[in-house]
C-alpha cells in the first residue's frame, strides 16, 4: 500500500491516482459548476499523504488526477477507483462528460442501499471509461456523519477482480479466525467465570463491529436497508468501547486499583451506554468525538494498570500489557486518522483492524493460560481432597481398630479376670480352684504376647533370624505340648527329615496359631489333620504346611474375604475365647518369612496352608 505524489494506490504499480487536493465548503453551498471555476483551483488544498477530516458535518471537495491505464485487448481504457473507508454516508462522483461540457454525477455511500450499486463490493467503486490515453480530472463531494476520511485506489477490471478475490479471502481468513477465538472460548472450562463472559462479549461486539465497518453488514445482512446498515455500523463502533472499558475493567482488576482509574473506567463504560440512542437522533458525530477520545484514556490507563500488575507478578500480566500494546498501536492511529490528525491511508484507516487480531491472540493466550492454572488448581484442590480423605479414612480406620482392640480385650479378659476374682475370694485355695486361676493367667498371657506381637509385626520392630530349623522336631514338639493331642494325625514325609533356613521362633508361632485355631472350632473329639510335604511354588523349593479340620455345617465356615483381617472373629466365635489376631499374624509372619498363607474355601473341611520356602 502506498503514496505516491498526490495519490493513494493499494497496488505497489506507479499510482493512478495522483494530485489529491480537498477544498472545504463549510456550510455545504457549493456546487460542481462552483468548484470547477478557474479562479477556484487554488482554494484546493494539496493532500499528499490522503485526506482526512475527523467527525465533522462539514462538506468537502475531493479532486484527483487519473491517469489513462494501457488499452485492454478490446482497446477500451477503463479503470475502477474504489473509495474507502466502507463507512462514508453520501460521496457524489463527478466525471468529465465525454464531449468535454460539463459533469456526470453518480451517488455512493452508505446511505444508498447495497442492492442499488452499479458494482457490488464492500467499499463504493466508480467505473471511469477514458476515451484516449489523457489523464482525467474527477471531483468527489463528501458528507458523512462518521469520520471524513477518504482513500481512493484505482484498478483495471482484471486487477480489481483479483485483488477482490485476494482481499476476501484475507476478510475470510480473519473473520473465521474471530469467530474460532469465540468458539474455544465457550467450549473453554472457564466460561462461568464473570471476566471469561466479559471476554466473549468483547469478542462478539468486536465480531460485529469489524463486520459493519468492513461493509460487510450492509453486503450479506441489510442489503435493501441502508437504514440499519449506516446506523448498525455506529452502534458497533459505540459498544466495542463501552464492551472493551468493561472487559479491561475486570481483567486488570480496577476494584483495586486506584479511585481515579475506577472512576475514569466507569465513566468511560456509561457514556458509551448513554450514547447508544445517538446514531438515531443525528448526534453522533459530536458524541463520538468524545467517546474516542474516552477509548484512547482507558487504553493508556490500562497500559499502566497492566504494567503494575506485572511489577506485582500477576498471572498473564505480561500477556495482558501486549494485548494492550498492540490495542494501543492499532486504536492510536485509527483514533488519530478519524479525529484528521492523520492522512488518510490505507493502514492508518484500517489500523485497528489489523491490530485486532495481535490482540485477541494475546487474550487468548491469557485466557488458555488462566485455564491451565485452574486445572492445576482444580487438580491441587482434589488432591489434597484426596489427602483429607485419606488422612480421615486412615483415623476412623485407627480409631476402628483401636475400637475393636478394645471390644475384644474386654471380652477376652473379662471370663479370667473373673476366674481370678473368684478365686482370691475363697479363704480356701482347693486344687481345682488353682487350675482355674492358673487357666485365666494362661489366657491372659496369651491375648497380651499376641497382641504384643502384632503391636510388633505392625511397626516393622520384628526381627527374623534365619537358622538352620528341623521341621519335624518342631511339629512334634508343638503337638506334645497339647492337652488333647491325640486330636491331631500328623502327616510328615518320611524317611529324610525337613530342613529350613528360616527364623524357628515365627515359624513355630504361625503353627501353634494354625493349631490352636484348628481346635478350637471343629467339633469336640473330632479329628485334626497335619499334613507337611515338599512343594515347589513359582519355581521355588519349599515346604507346604496344611491344617485341616472338620467343620459343623455351613454356618461355621470361616469369611474367606475377612478370614485374615486383624481382629475379626466370626458370629460363631463369639463363645470361644479368642484375640482375633491369631489368623492375621498367620499370614502377616508368613509374609516376612517369604512365604504364603491362604485359606482353601473349595474343601469340603476348613483347610488352612502355608508355603515357607526352604
Keep these: 500500500m502506498q503514496l505516491s505524489g498526490n495519490a493513494y494506490a493499494k497496488n505497489e504499480e506507479a499510482p493512478a491516482v495522483r494530485e489529491l487536493a480537498v477544498l472545504l465548503d463549510p456550510y455545504g453551498t ?82 444508498v442501499p447495497f442492492s442499488a450499486r452499479s458494482i457490488h463490493h464492500r467499499a463504493f467503486v466508480q467505473s471511469v471509461d477514458f476515451p484516449d490515453a489523457q489523464p482525467m480530472q474527477l471531483y468527489v463531494r463528501l458528507q458523512t456523519t462518521s469520520s471524513s476520511v477518504v482513500g481512493i485506489n484505482a484498478l483495471t477490471p482484471d486487477r480489481f477482480v483479483e485483488d477482490t478475490a485476494r482481499e476476501y479471502a484475507a476478510l475470510g481468513l480473519f473473520f473465521g479466525l474471530l469467530a474460532a477465538g469465540m468458539l474455544a472460548n465457550l467450549r473453554n472450562p472457564l466460561r462461568a467465570d464473570p471476566l471469561q463472559r466479559a471476554f466473549l462479549i468483547h469478542l462478539a461486539v468486536t465480531f460485529y463491529m469489524l463486520f459493519a465497518i468492513n461493509g460487510l453488514l450492509a453486503e450479506y445482512v441489510f442489503q435493501d436497508s441502508a437504514f440499519w446498515a449506516d446506523r448498525g455500523t455506529s452502534i458497533g463502533a459505540i459498544l466495542v468501547v463501552t464492551s472493551a472499558t468493561y472487559f479491561y475493567s475486570k481483567v486488570l482488576d480496577m476494584a483495586r486499583a486506584a479511585f481515579w482509574m475506577r472512576a475514569i473506567y466507569r465513566m468511560v463504560m456509561w457514556l458509551g451506554i448513554a450514547i447508544l440512542p445517538a446514531p438515531f437522533i443525528d448526534f453522533y ?125 474386654t471380652h477376652e479378659l473379662k471370663t479370667p479376670l473373673a476366674a481370678l476374682r473368684l478365686c482370691l475370694g475363697q479363704i480356701t485355695q482347693t486344687g481345682r480352684l488353682r487350675d482355674h486361676a492358673e487357666n485365666a493367667i494362661e489366657q491372659i498371657d496369651s491375648v497380651i504376647e499376641r497382641s504384643d506381637l502384632a503391636s510388633r509385626f505392625d511397626d516393622g520392630r520384628l526381627e527374623i533370624t534365619r537358622v538352620p530349623c528341623s521341621l519335624h522336631e518342631l511339629v512334634v514338639e508343638l503337638v506334645m505340648q497339647r492337652n488333647d493331642s491325640e486330636r491331631i494325625r500328623l502327616e510328615l514325609p518320611h524317611p529324610e527329615p525337613l530342613v529350613l533356613q528360616t527364623d524357628p521362633v515365627l515359624l513355630k508361632t504361625i503353627l501353634d496359631n494354625l493349631i490352636s485355631n484348628a481346635l478350637k472350632y471343629s467339633p469336640g473329639q473330632s479329628e485334626i489333620k497335619v499334613l507337611v510335604s515338599r512343594h515347589t511354588q513359582a519355581g521355588q523349593a519349599g515346604i507346604a504346611m496344611r491344617m485341616e479340620n472338620q467343620v459343623a455345617g455351613d454356618a461355621m465356615r470361616p469369611l474367606p474375604e475377612q478370614v485374615f483381617t486383624k481382629y475379626y472373629r466370626a ?12 489368623l492375621y499374624l498367620v499370614r502377616g509372619l508368613s509374609s516376612m518369612l517369604g512365604g504364603t498363607a491362604c485359606y482353601l474355601s473349595d474343601q469340603p473341611n476348613v483347610v488352612f496352608e502355608v508355603w515357607i520356602p526352604v
Design 571 to 582: 458370629p460363631y466365635a463369639q463363645h470361644s475365647s479368642g484375640s482375633g489376631l491369631g
Design 285 to 409: 458525530p459530536e458524541t463520538q468525538r468524545v467517546l474516542i477520545f474516552g477509548a484512547l484514556l482507558v487504553v493508556l490507563m490500562g497500559m499502566w494498570r497492566a504494567m503494575q500488575l506485572y511489577r506485582q507478578q500477576s498471572l498473564g500480566s505480561l500477556l495482558i500489557v501486549l494485548a494492550l500494546a498492540c490495542s494501543l498501536l492499532g486504536a492510536s492511529a485509527a483514533t488519530l486518522t478519524l479525529l484528521g490528525v492523520l492522512p488518510g491511508q490505507f493502514w492508518f484507516i484500517n489500523s485497528y483492524t489489523t491490530s485486532t487480531l495481535g490482540t485477541l491472540a494475546a487474550l487468548q493466550a491469557y485466557f488458555m493460560l488462566r485455564a491451565r492454572q485452574a486445572e492445576k488448581n482444580l487438580q491441587d484442590a482434589r488432591m489434597e481432597a484426596a489427602r483429607t480423605a485419606a488422612t480421615a479414612e486412615m483415623e476412623r480406620a485407627s480409631r476402628e481398630v483401636q475400637r475393636r482392640f478394645l471390644a475384644m480385650l
Design 30 to 111: 457549493e456546487t460542481i459548476q462552483t468548484v470547477t471555476r478557474p479562479s477556484r483551483a487554488s482554494d484546493f488544498i494539496a493532500a499528499p499523504h490522503g485526506f482526512s477530516a475527523g467527525y465533522t458535518r462539514q462538506v468537502h471537495w475531493l479532486r484527483f488526477t487519473l491517469m489513462a491505464p494501457p488499452p485492454a485487448h478490446d482497446g477500451s481504457r477503463r479503470l475502477l477507483v474504489e473509495f474507502y473507508p466502507p463507512y462514508l454516508d453520501k460521496l457524489e462522483v463527478f466525471i468529465p462528460r465525454a464531449d468535454g461540457i460539463g459533469f456526470d454525477p453518480y451517488l455512493h455511500g452508505d446511505l
